[in-house]
T-cell receptor
């Protein structure tokens, strides 16, 4: 499967627990993006990363959320001390970082439910 | 004013007809424009992108861009029931995509 991979596909956490969402970009892609889709709302940009660097985190909540894309391994979106309002679908996208449009391709998403 | 606006629909179109989806954006620095399709409970799937004024055709789909009017559209010819989905317009500035809330399209057999 050469597409963007995300795991887990579904994640259930209780309030106050930590959630870790993982994303492996498409082969040959070095740019990773995280988006959040709240119920009945549009997709919202959270963060843009390249290997070992956060390029743009203007959409990330200031507290409890962090992201990384290490030299080896997948990108990880970490949510500490989850609250019910964090329940959403979290999508990762990747792009090659070249080309006029640098098209982003989306993974299947992780659906987070906070009890 | 929302950064990217779409008619939320629902838009109902008979099978075989042309579906027309519209989108306006506010940031004149927008560089590229994308149409994604999202089925319920699934992830966005790229249909096509456009970055130059004019029309771009790909199979049954045609994207139209008018930067002066800050307007993007998607035409779907010979609509099929499988085209029933939510269509998301997205604009890119500095590699960051800003999405509209989507237009729900239903193709009536």
């Amino acid at each position: 499967n050469a597409g963007v991979m995300q795991n887990p596909r579904h994640l259930v956490r209780r309030r106050g627990q930590e959630a870790r969402l993982r994303c492996s970009p498409m082969k040959g892609h070095s740019h990773v993006y995280w988006y959040r889709q709240l119920p009945e709302e549009g997709l919202k940009f959270m963060v843009y990363l390249q290997k070992e660097n956060i390029i743009d985190e203007s959409g990330m909540p200031k507290e409890r959320f962090s992201a990384e894309f290490p030299k080896e391994g997948p990108s990880i979106l970490r949510i500490q001390q989850v609250v019910r309002g964090d329940s959403a679908a979290y999508f990762c996208a990747s792009s090659p970082g070249t080309g006029a449009a640098d098209t982003q391709y989306f993974g299947p998403g992780t659906r987070l439910t906070v009890l | 004013q929302k950064e990217v606006e779409q008619n939320s629909g629902p838009l109902s179109v008979p099978e075989g007809a042309i579906a027309s989806l519209n989108c306006t954006y506010s940031d004149r620095g927008s560089q590229s424009f994308f149409w994604y399709r999202q089925y319920s409970g699934k992830s966005p799937e790229l249909i096509m992108f456009i970055y130059s004024n004019g029309d771009k055709e790909d199979g049954r789909f045609t994207a139209q861009l008018n930067k002066a009017s800050q307007y993007v559209s998607l035409l779907i010819r010979d609509s099929q029931p499988s085209d029933s989905a939510t269509y998301l317009c997205a604009v890119m500035v500095s590699r960051k995509l800003t999405f509209g809330t989507g237009t729900r399209l239903t193709i009536i057999p």
